[in-house]
T-cell receptor, first 112, second 109 residues
Framework: GAGVSQSPRYKVTKRGQDVALRCDPI?????LYWYRQALGQGPEFLTY????????KSGLPNDRFSAERPEGSISTLTIQRTEQRDSAMYRC??????????FGPGTRLTVL | GQSLEQPSEVTAVEGAIVQINCTYQ??????LSWYQQHDGGAPTFLSY????GLEETGRFSSFLSRSDSYGYLLLQELQMKDSASYFC??????????FGSGTQLTVLP
């Protein structure tokens, strides 16, 4: 009964570098969501997958952000040419296509 | 777009009852969720209301009035471990969540 896992837990990068954040959802969960959470704020929706299909990417801030879930399980959120304003906690959540989302521990991204 | 309002801070004593209110404005409403988040932890699901009325789960209850665009989370018999941030969130058509800014609950001994 493992929960949602994310890696790395902490990522420090220099401005202009690309980063890839990984999410391993609960086994069997068909829905996967990516959120970004600033300190003292609620999570902000980025994108959503149903199986391998990206159903909604309306929350991605700009075209430097992309996500994939090629086999309907593990997902990767990629940020190209990182900027300091990208620094935040990035969380993924998975669901059995119900209204309960299970959140992972997050990846704390710091862009120097 | 969607927006939610909830108080930023609430303080109560152990054993008391506290109510955290949430009002929302949304172009399409499917339901209201509540999540708890302890410092340094991940949000965890508490409750979901799609229809008007009260949902009870142990010490926690959640209420929704769709006509008033309003809901609340009621926490009874407060314990020290209930000190955390509480977020209301509106559900979108694909079950994506739009969260409020959160209410920091402090439970005093």
């Amino acid at each position: 009964g493992a929960g949602v896992s994310q890696s790395p837990r902490y990522k420090v990068t220099k401005r202009g570098q690309d980063v890839a954040l990984r999410c391993d959802p609960i086994s069997g969960h068909v829905s996967l969501y990516w959120y970004r959470q600033a300190l003292g704020q609620g999570p902000e929706f980025l994108t959503y997958f149903n199986y391998e299909a990206q159903q909604d990417k309306s929350g991605l801030p700009n075209d430097r952000f992309s996500a994939e879930r090629p086999e309907g399980s593990i997902s990767t959120l990629t940020i190209q040419r990182t900027e300091q304003r990208d620094s935040a906690m990035y969380r993924c959540a998975s669901s059995l296509d119900t209204d309960t989302q299970y959140f992972g521990p997050g990846t704390r991204l710091t862009v120097l | 777009g969607q927006s939610l309002e909830q108080p930023s801070e609430v303080t109560a004593v152990e054993g008391a009852i506290v109510q955290i209110n949430c009002t929302y404005q949304t172009s399409g409403f499917y339901g209201l969720s509540w999540y708890q988040q302890h410092d340094g932890g991940a949000p965890t699901f508490l409750s979901y209301n799609a229809l008007d009325g009260l949902e009870e789960t142990g010490r926690f209850s959640s209420f929704l009035s769709r006509s008033d665009s309003y809901g609340y989370l009621l926490l009874q018999e407060l314990q020290m471990k209930d000190s955390a941030s509480y977020f209301c969130a509106v559900r979108g058509s694909a079950r994506q969540l739009t969260f409020g800014s959160g209410t920091q609950l402090t439970v005093l001994p």
